[in-house]
């Protein structure tokens, strides 16, 4: 299966990437700075806020599947640039999702998608262990 991973350089990102690679997966990253990809995946050049190119990529790349780990998730840093963090947070993860509209209409297979978010999102008061189930209550930007 070909793959797309969002934010695929970094920590969990990288974890992800090597296991998609582990089991046989053709994996491709997509990511804003261009160090050196782990030996195992392609890297493409892109920013999520960038629309037209984000549904380019994905639009044309024939993936099979995508995992979006990109996203700005420091807590206190999003009060200082709220906007930023929409931003990419937001509008990066609309961007990717149009790409996977035009994926469906034109094959009308239904889009693959892991979506990973920071626990931020979920209240503190919920208890452990944080799962879908709990509230939604982020306390930050």
Known sequence: ????VTG?????GRAVTARLAEAGHDVTILARSQPDPPPHAELLHGDLR??????????D?????????AGRTRGRESFSDPVGYYDTNLS?????LRGLAEVIR???EPARLVFASPVMVYSPSNGQP???QH???PMSP
């Open 92 to 96: 990066g993860t609309v961007n990717l």
């Open 135 to 137: 509230e939604a209550a």
């Open 130 to 132: 944080i799962d879908e």
């Open 61 to 69: 790349g024939d993936f099979a599947g995508v995992c979006h780990l």
């Open 106 to 108: 034109r094959s009308g």
């Open 8 to 12: 695929g350089l970094g920590y969990i």
């Open 1 to 4: 299966m070909r793959v797309l």
């Open 50 to 59: 960038d629309r037209d190119r984000v549904f380019d990529l994905v639009a």
